[in-house]
């Protein structure tokens, strides 16, 4: 792959971007299945091992390869039943919807203007 | 109108003030231009790198307050947008004096 | 505090008040269910929310890990409403049916207040993302 500016920074954010639309359209499908017989709401499992790339970003004091490859999994992992007698409950889900769509504008943002400081030292100052 | 109560705000600033520029009283005996310089850049890097590891924050789900964080964001635009006049001013003011005839 | 935490604060508000508005709705149809002997009585339900710890616990810790009420929801414990009824097929042999003691005015009364306090969270949490994305505003090209 070939080296990108400050490409740790962009692919982190891409994955997490990946990651909060699928919890987006899973989210959804839970609300959508609400009424279906014996549907049991899925959610994605994966936070517990995001938990230590926080921690090494908390020592480090930046994010490593290690934690980026696990952001990566998580924008690409199954989703799995939260347990399996568990119904879907609309207040859960809904709210679950609107912090996601929070979260997505906020990395959009993110992604947007350290994409445009990177353009603004490209560009010389000059537009 | 006195502004004095306006002024009780300013001990309200959370967020860090952004680089205030020095104004040394003494060209002679004060820093050197290049040293300012260097300096400066030193400054904004830093602040750009701050920036780095609040967005790398963000991607993994770490507590990052989101106002310091966008706040922070346009600083660094405007510090590296102000680096680069300067750099870009300085540059044709050297270009400037190698036209010059001797 | 992390915007984000908000949320998870004001769901499990609402996740309290949909407890309490759904036992409510069982105590009341189960009101006038007579108990027969030979099955276990329906004891009206109460639903008990606990915060983990104090509002000085909470001070103290400068809101940076808030605690979430957690719900449990417990027979209350009243005496079954006897009503004398001879005719009645599951009458004792002094002539009263067990009823639940659900008192229905208490019943509507949490219902109503349920619902209000739903609301609240409901409130609070769209302010919660209002404010979060009018946050991503700030240095928008003008």
Redesign the interface.
Known sequence: MPTRVESVTTAALAAALDAAARRQSLSAANIANAGTEGYVPLRISFEAKLEDARGVVREQGRIDANGLALLQELAESLPEPIDAMASVQLDAEVAELARNAVQFQVLLQGVSRHLALLALAAADGRK | MSTDAIQGLAQHDEVAPPIAPRMDPDPLTGPSFAQRMSDGLREVNQQLLTTQVDLQKLAVGEPVPLHELMIRLEESRISLQLMLQVRNRVLEAYQDMLRMQV | M????T??I??AG??VE?TRVETAALNLAQAHTAQSADQPAFQPLRVVATGAEGFGGLVRAGLESVPLPSVTVEPSGVPARLVHDPGHPLADGRGFVAYPGVDPAREMVTLLGATRAYEANVAA?NTA?TL??K??E??RST
């Open positions: 992390d915007y984000l935490q949320f998870a004001s769901a609402m996740a949909r949490m993302r979060a994305l946050t991503l700030i240095g």
